[in-house]
């Protein structure tokens, strides 16, 4: 395992998507899109078919086929894709690709974020600055921190190795299949491999490699069945 594992390439495992892939694909490491999703909605959001979707107000494209419930408030520039479901009282600020398929709960706040595809953050999360892959899943209750306590830029630390990210806001970067268990607490700058799995009511403070559980104390194992 080595920092190349954070790579855009090697991190997530994009096919098909028409839309997604090429704008991840133009960024060596995922944290960089970061600064990027705004202008990314703005510049797709006019070329959605209107056939499936429907501009609902300023820069707000959602999909004909997404359940919108009532009290919920989206600020765009946003995309809300084929499928997705944003229960109420969600809270979408700004700067947010909801992807296909996927689930913005009750008292749940997105802002600056990718939901790739059939990603759930179904209860009370908060996604902040943050990139969620296909079929991630955050337990109820739990949380992307995205600003350091010091206001300092964040550093990712992943297996020995520290890398600068030169941003003063990140949130926690998931790959495929990541599980977060409730009221658990990404800490600014975690990035989670795909099948990471994080135990509830636990404070992640370093990035996990492929196919690893987080439990309570901090303590980092593998996982034993491949999946």
Known sequence: MSIADLETQHFFHLR??????????????????LNSIGEFIRQ????????YYELRGPGVWVARSAKIWDYVTIAG???????????????????????????????????NSIFVE?????????????????????????ITSNLRADRQNIVIHYEGHNMETGLRKMGAILAEHVEVGCNAVLNPGVMLCEHAMVYPVSCVRVSMPAYTIHKNQGQIVRRTERL
């Open 44 to 51: 797709q959001g006019p070329l959605l078919s209107d056939d």
């Open 77 to 111: 520039p946003v995309i809300i894709g084929e499928g997705t479901e944003i229960r109420p009282g969600a809270f979408i600020r700004g700067n947010v690709y909801v992807g296909p398929n996927s689930v913005v709960g009750n008292s749940t706040e997105i802002k």
């Open 16 to 33: 098909g998507d028409e839309m997604i892939a090429p704008f991840f694909a133009s960024h060596r490491y995922p944290w960089t899109m």
């Open 118 to 142: 059939h990603v759930e953050a179904p209860h009370y999360n908060y996604i902040g600055d943050s990139i969620l892959a296909s079929h991630a899943h955050m337990g109820a209750g739990s």
